[in-house]
């Protein structure tokens, strides 16, 4: 959820939400879109094939950005839509539209008070008056915001996460003008792919909204962490939560990106990061679910006051996105971990051909790709592998303790490059969207401990998780 410190835009004192209303902004933007394509032909009627080529990426760029602004205008799941588009779509959409779509995260302007005390009232109904409530918010997003309130009677701070009016009532409606106005772009290619994608939105987003279950999922990951002195999870007030409202302890922090966090030793640090990893381990060895949204605003970083005696720690804030595999999935996920941390190829492959079973994109794999997979999962999970097991990694990757120097791995772009090398092949399609959702969990991880400067030790990391000890 973004942060609205500091606000340049004036709060939004109107929210559309009719179906009448969307639809007459999406034809608009549908409309102009249209006309712009019909003016780019005509003028690249006399211009070479090269001119052409480089006239077509700059129109689509300037295309997307109008898309994407006219989709911020709406706010809700429109601009959800698009959120999770810029996260998961870069298989099968331009990245011209991949680009601009990301730019849809850096929407703060907020609601005034007005529509959010409204929307207040009608979920709390007289228990509104129990609570001081602050009217500036703490955090905005595509489907509410966020205010801080204090309990009268108690002096507890709380948090209200409310829903913006009418949001989930227009959820399907949404979704259809999104689609009618991909089409409309003509940049956007209109496959099987893109069809099981939004299907998997439609029930992420009906998921989202009802803030009940996003309730019994904090609780359930309140009840996980107890006893774990390095997270904090927000304890639900169920009394003051709706399907439509949220109700929940205000637990301080700082952003992962404070200056703070980056005047931390090392060893600090280290902690940090290793506590981070430790929570996607988790949720793939032992429970299921797994949060995919990996927002860094979904976290905060508590500082210990007393570092000889406290430990920093990790504050968890938002289960909206909290996803359930199937024992299949996560037979699969743990076997290709697994066979990365020992670095074994022919448990790699083993564990390729296996999913194989189960998912038409590894069925259909020719056997070069499949190889070439090997290679790129035995990248991808470095950070994991047993130094003693893996003479591949980069000797300046690790420090003379054995950490994994994640800043200096440039990782990411070692495996991009080795991707692209199966991702030309004729055999290569958009692989399931279960496992594009595991990758994107793996890349905010990365990018989280990368950011944070850690250095995490392979066998700490993971022999809870296996037979080495």
């Not at 409310?162 to 009618?180: C, E, G, K, M, T």
Request: glycine content about 4%.
């Amino acid at each position: 959820m973004a942060n609205p410190q500091n606000y340049d835009n004036q709060p939004l004192e109107q929210l559309k939400t009719s179906a009448l209303d969307r639809r007459l902004s999406i034809a608009k933007a549908s409309l102009n879109i249209g006309r712009r394509w019909a003016t780019n032909s005509a003028f690249g009627l006399f211009k070479s094939k090269e001119e052409k080529a480089v006239q077509k990426q700059a129109f689509m760029r300037e295309q997307a950005q109008y898309l994407v602004d006219e989709l911020g205008k709406l706010k809700g799941s429109v601009v959800k839509i698009g959120q999770m588009l810029a996260l998961y779509g870069e298989h099968f959409l331009p990245p011209e539209i991949t680009e601009a779509l990301q730019t849809l995260n850096s929407q703060t302007t907020a609601f005034s008070w007005s529509i959010i005390e409204s929307a207040l009232q009608t979920e709390l109904g007289d228990t509104i008056h129990e609570f001081d409530i602050d009217h500036t918010p703490i955090g905005t997003a595509s489907l509410s915001q966020v205010h801080r309130a204090v309990h009268k009677a108690t002096g507890e701070q709380v948090v209200f996460k409310v829903q913006y009016p009418n949001i989930a009532d227009a959820v399907d409606s949404d979704l259809d003008l999104f689609r009618q106005l991909l089409k409309v772009t003509n940049v956007v290619p209109q496959t099987r792919q893109l069809d099981a994608w939004f299907e998997e939105i439609h029930d992420l987003l009906h998921h989202e909204v009802n803030y009940l279950l996003e309730a019994d999922t904090t609780e359930l990951f309140f009840q996980r962490f107890v006893g774990d002195r390095r997270y904090v999870v927000p304890r639900i007030l169920k009394a003051y939560s709706t399907d439509r409202l949220l109700c929940m302890t205000y637990e301080d922090g700082v952003s992962i990106l404070d200056e703070q966090v980056f005047a931390l030793p090392q060893e600090r640090r280290n902690a940090i990061g290793q506590a981070s990893i430790e929570i996607m381990l988790r949720e793939i060895f032992e429970w299921g679910d797994m949060q995919t949204d990996p927002n860094f605003g979904n976290y905060l970083i508590r500082l210990a006051q007393k570092p000889d005696t406290q430990l920093d720690q990790l504050v968890l804030l938002d289960f909206g996105a909290i996803r359930q595999f199937d024992d299949n999935l996560l037979l699969i996920a743990r076997n290709l971990l697994l066979a990365g941390v020992f670095h074994d190829r022919s448990k790699m492959r083993q564990a390729i051909d296996q999913a194989g079973e189960y998912f038409e994109f590894f069925a259909n794999l020719s056997d070069s790709v499949k190889n070439d997979m090997v290679e790129l999962c035995l990248l991808a999970s470095e950070p994991f592998s047993l130094p003693s097991r893996n003479p591949t990694i980069p000797p300046n990757v690790l420090d003379v303790h054995g950490n994994y120097i994640w800043a200096e791995s440039d990782l990411h772009n070692r495996v991009i490059k080795l991707a692209s090398k199966s991702a030309t092949s004729k055999s290569f399609s958009v692989p399931p969207k279960e496992l594009m959702f595991i990758s994107r969990k793996f890349i905010g991880a990365y990018t989280f401990i990368t950011v944070l400067d850690a250095r995490t030790k392979a066998h700490d990391l993971i022999a809870k998780f296996t037979s080495e000890n």
